[in-house]
């Protein structure tokens, strides 16, 4: 069973690497769960704290933590993924359990992929990817290394057929690199070979990348926070403060915004010189459930400094100029756009691009998926809205004595998450 105020509930049986595995799966919230587990014919809880995520390698447990977990005298790590036999978890021997990851400072576990023997993770550090390789044999877990120096480009593994074969299916893709397909298995990771010479398949080339760079910067926020943010610009850039420039940011729900080839940008922007800008601000994924968390609730405001932040060192640099800058985000980002718009707006941009926002935070819970996302921004309908969510909620912060810049709002009918009234009235009222 599952109360009437959780999101979802799901049960599942599947096959994992020649065993059978039965669970039943609550979301209490969108970051809390509860996960029952069908062990020696008897439905039992998995006891761990409720925001640890739950999976299942063979016969171990995998358990990735959103906060630090104490397990007797000691405590493991925020953002860290732990393994333990499920038989050893049921019998209390918490002790027993491996620690294939721990994130620094600068690090955080992006996700995981399984083969037949080896489980390979995806780690951002400073928001480039890592691969750490751990191969299960005779009932322990052995590291057979990682593989870094990746550059400013993403990487993606994918199992083929994770019950029976090491292979794995390996896209490489950078703002300026086109998607490719690699076909490799976990022992050519152990070897060092992450990608083979030729990928199998490759997207062609829609713009010319031989003039562009991609460079990587940190500006420093409010509170003196660094905040990592990618720059793809032409190689001769000039540092006059007249470049046509667009930031682009989302910061939420442990998302991280990482280099993706985009061929329309590519034709549309990057040739005709204008900059690019991702900024990774907090409230994604990119330093793990630290940075979501720092930006979750009360805390939003620090995803809407260190976006601020960005903005003002691309000007400092002498990237651009407040007239030359503009800003685009959606959904989420949308969000982030409307407080742009309504905090420094006038001071920061010469445009904003507004796309399926949400805008409207008082009402918002009551508007399709929204009140699915309550973890993330609070419940309106409690102290919520008087201690913070009236902060940063755009459609109530419009003022008449203000001038902000020019601003394109979008959305659609057919989205069954944003609903378009969000938009809609904020272009009303403006």
């Known amino acids: 069973e599952c109360d009437q105020t959780d999101i979802a509930a799901s049960s599942a049986r599947y096959y ?17 769960f509860e996960t029952n587990f069908l062990h020696a014919g008897t439905w039992k809880k998995v006891e761990v704290p409720e925001d640890v995520s739950v999976e299942t390698f063979k016969e171990s447990f995998l358990f990735t933590l959103r906060s630090d977990w104490t397990v007797g005298d000691h405590t493991y790590a925020q953002g860290a993924l732990l393994a333990i036999s499920i038989d050893q978890f049921f019998a209390g021997e918490l002790g027993q359990m491996t620690v294939l990851f721990t994130p620094s400072l600068s690090q955080s576990l992006e996700g995981s992929t399984g083969t037949r023997d080896f489980l390979i993770l995806s780690v951002l550090e400073d928001v480039k990817t890592k691969i750490i390789i751990w191969e299960y044999a005779a009932g322990s877990w052995v590291d057979r290394g990682s593989e870094s120096g990746l550059g400013m480009e993403t990487v993606s593994l994918t199992a083929v057929e994770s019950d029976t074969s090491n292979e794995l299916w390996i896209t490489v893709q950078g703002y300026i690199r086109p998607t490719s397909l690699f076909l490799s298995s976990a022992s050519e990771l152990v070897d060092g070979k992450l990608v083979s010479a030729s990928p199998l398949k490759m997207l062609p080339s829609f713009f010319k990348a031989d003039a562009l760079q991609v460079e990587q910067f940190f500006a420093t926020s409010l509170d003196g926070t660094k905040v990592p943010y ?10 006059d403060g007249s470049n046509v420039t667009l930031l682009y940011g989302y910061g939420g729900f442990e998302i991280s915004l990482t280099p993706v080839y985009a061929a329309a940008r590519g034709i549309a922007w990057y040739e005709q010189g204008g900059v690019w800008v991702d900024a990774n601000i907090r409230g994604g994924g990119e330093y793990g459930p630290r940075w979501h968390q720092a930006a979750k609730k009360a805390d939003r405001n620090k995803a809407y400094e260190d976006f601020e932040a960005v903005a003002e060192d691309l000007i400092r640099r002498g990237v651009t100029c407040r007239e030359r800058l503009g800003t685009q985000g959606g959904s989420n980002g949308g969000l982030l756009m409307g407080n742009m718009l309504t905090r420094k707006g006038h001071e920061l941009f010469g445009a904003v691009v507004c796309q399926v926002p949400l805008l409207d935070m008082r009402r918002y819970s009551k508007l399709l998926a929204g009140a699915s996302w309550m973890g993330e921004y609070g419940d309106p309908e409690t102290d919520d809205w008087a201690n913070f969510l009236h902060k940063y909620s755009p459609y109530q912060l419009v003022r008449d004595d203000c001038k902000y810049p020019p601003a394109l709002f979008t959305t659609s009918t057919k989205d069954d998450r944003v609903h378009p009234g969000h938009a809609r009235k904020m272009v009303a009222k403006l």
């Not at 990618?230 to 540092?239: E, G, H, N, P, T």
């Open 230 to 239: 990618f720059q793809v610009s032409m190689k001769d850039l000039k540092l």
């Open 16 to 32: 994992d690497r020649g065993l059978w595995h039965e669970l039943r799966h609550r979301s209490i919230t969108f970051y809390t």
